[in-house]
């Protein structure tokens, strides 16, 4: 998906591009770890893997051209990098046997102070102006808390009731019936056998390749009470959107669910309205129309990433908001060997100075299901990190007990261990965001949503707010749930503004529509970006009401 790898594969193509003179074999699960031992950094990244390739002198070989200098003068245009001595470490201890082994980086250089721009701040930030613009942001450096301020170290997560403690996400542990699950898994693995892609896009004048394979699939069977001609228009509309999972790469027609996934989506979609009619919802989240008997969440498509081993990994992220709209609701089902999922909190701009985000690790095991609630995308990145190593997972049954295949052998009878992670996530695109309603930049390509998740807009508009709007923003930045539980059921739009109150208490999270076309166009784009207006677009519940011209 193209929102999901921009952020962190960007940085490992940046950090890659500058080491690849030195470090021309480097894997890309090991740029990515010392991006993240790096905060992100990627000087110090670049450093940190030369340093830890036994090289002393950084700098570049006489007479070698550089191959990115576009990019090279745009990191340094605005400080030029001094030389850092970094310390060096060892290898950790050999890996028991039993389990897959990947090169591992030793631990994290003692941080030294910045001189390149944030990569993650820098293209994740749109500059200050209100209207549309192809100017960078004006500010790249963030405000870093005083050293007094601690830093947290990683938490792990390992139960559901720590989940929902310190994340907007749920852990469901054990939710299909296990020979589902395992049905599912061998279908899925089978199918990423059998031809799921590793996305590919431009950065700069590179193009680079995720980490894992990946595929995109819509529901057939919507089960909404629409007729034949509406469900066929709507899954040809995401059959359009689908391509911008694989990074605005045009794509054939998505496949539909299998018969597995489709089974597994009607138990997941159960425990998730069960968990959505917990939570009071945001004034900008979906809602269905009073007058049909749809539940508040329904999924429409599945993306799936497959992980062949400790190696493959998808970068920190948040998910692109595109076609979910604002505040979605995500089920990510894990199937196959366990990993960790990892969560950040993004310090929003008003609180930088006073705290460091903190990382949380939550181990996934086969047939857990996390669902990603209402601001998970808005105020946390997510990752599956790279491990040096994995467990194996024995499947319950042998393929045999399935007829999965119509040839027969005998390995079908045997169980085979496994180091593959199958993920599904299974997503509701909103039909107030549909395709054909999505802004086009001036490449004339549609154009991505993301939200502010440093709330930069909202700092900037601070002064002409009322004081409990601050307040709202605050008390739904923290806590688990990012919002209070009011125990109401239901939900709909009859319940009108109730949902949120007057809108005091929800956060004023503003959301940017941001060219893509660079993704896809050699690494070329207009840069335009503009805020994206609810109202004047006529999206939302409210608007619904509005009339006929409105999108639904
Ligand atoms: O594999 C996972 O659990 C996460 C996948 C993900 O974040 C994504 O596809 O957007
Ligand atoms: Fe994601």
């Given at each position: ?30 740029v ?49 990098s ?37 990569l ?17 942001p004006?500010?790249s ?69 995720s ?13 909404s ?22 990074n605005?790469?045009p ?13 597994a989506?009607?138990?997941?979609e ?66 196959g060997t366990?990993?960790?999922?990892s969560l ?5 701009a008003?609180?930088?100075e ?24 808005e ?25 999965i ?11 085979e ?6 993920n ?21 390509i ?36 990012g ?15 109730g ?26 784009g ?13 999206r ?13």
């Amino acid at each position: 998906m193209a929102d999901s790898l921009a952020d962190t594969d960007t940085l490992i193509a940046l950090v890659s591009s500058i080491v690849n003179d030195r470090l021309p074999q480097v894997e890309s699960s090991s740029v990515l770890e010392a991006i993240l031992h790096c905060d992100g950094d990627v000087e110090l990244a670049a450093n940190y893997l030369l340093q830890n390739a036994s090289i002393t002198h950084v700098g570049r070989p006489k007479g070698k051209k550089r191959a990115h200098s576009g990019l090279d003068a745009w990191l340094q245009r605005d400080a030029p990098s001094p030389k850092r001595k970094l310390v060096s470490r060892k290898e950790p201890s050999p890996e028991p046997t039993d389990v897959l082994v990947t090169r591992h980086l030793s631990p994290a250089p003692p941080r030294q102070p910045r001189s390149v721009p944030n990569l993650l701040s820098v293209l994740q930030q749109p500059s200050t102006s209100s209207s549309p613009s192809k100017k960078p942001p004006s500010s790249s450096r963030k405000p870093k808390p005083p050293s007094s301020v601690p830093r947290l170290p990683p938490l792990t997560l390992p139960s559901p009731a720590m989940v929902a403690q310190h994340t907007p996400c749920t852990l469901h542990i054990s939710i299909l019936p296990p020979e589902l699950a395992c049905k599912l898994f061998y279908t899925m693995v089978d199918l990423a056998r059998g031809g799921w892609k590793r996305n590919k896009w431009w950065l700069f004048e590179r193009m680079v390749e995720s980490p894992h394979r990946t595929a995109f699939f819509v529901r057939k069977d919507l089960g909404s009470n629409q007729d034949d001609k509406g469900k066929g228009r709507e899954r040809a509309e995401w059959t359009e959107a689908a391509q911008y999972w694989y990074n605005g790469t045009p794509t054939d027609i998505p496949p539909a669910f299998p018969p597995e996934m489709e089974e597994a989506c009607h138990i997941i979609e159960r425990a998730v309205n069960a968990e959505m009619r917990k939570r009071t919802r945001f004034d900008m989240e979906w809602r269905p129309p009073s007058d049909t008997p749809e539940p508040l969440w329904q999924a429409n498509v599945a993306a799936s990433n497959c992980y062949e081993g400790g190696k493959e990994t998808v970068g920190w992220h948040s998910d692109q908001l595109t076609y979910l709209g604002p505040y979605p609701t995500i089920a990510s089902l894990s199937l196959g060997t366990r990993r960790t999922f990892s969560l950040r909190d993004v310090v929003p701009a008003e609180e930088q100075e006073k705290r460091h985000a903190r990382t949380y690790n939550i181990p996934l095991p086969h047939n857990s299901l996390v669902i990603m609630h209402a601001t998970t995308q808005e105020r946390f990145k997510h990752s599956i990190p790279p491990q040096s190593a994995v467990d194996i997972y024995k499947p319950i049954l042998p393929r045999s007990a399935f007829s999965i295949s119509s040839v027969k052998s005998e390995e079908d009878d045997k169980i085979e261990p496994s180091n593959i992670r199958i993920n599904i996530t299974f997503r509701f695109y909103r039909p107030d965001f549909r395709p054909q309603s999505t802004p086009r930049c001036k490449c004339g390509i549609p154009m991505i949503l993301r939200p502010d998740m440093k709330n930069t807009t909202v700092a900037r508009e601070k002064s002409s707010r009322k004081p409990a709007s601050l307040t709202g923003t605050r008390k739904a930045r923290s806590g688990g749930t990012g919002r209070e539980v009011d125990g109401r059921g239901g939900g709909s739009e009859e319940e009108d503004g109730g949902i949120n109150g007057d809108g005091d208490e929800e956060p004023e999270m503003k959301y940017w529509w941001t060219c893509y076309a660079y993704a896809q166009n050699e690494g070329k784009g207009c840069g335009l970006w503009k805020v994206m207006d609810m109202h004047a677009e006529g999206r939302g519940w409210k608007e619904r009401k509005k009339g006929p011209e409105s999108l639904e």
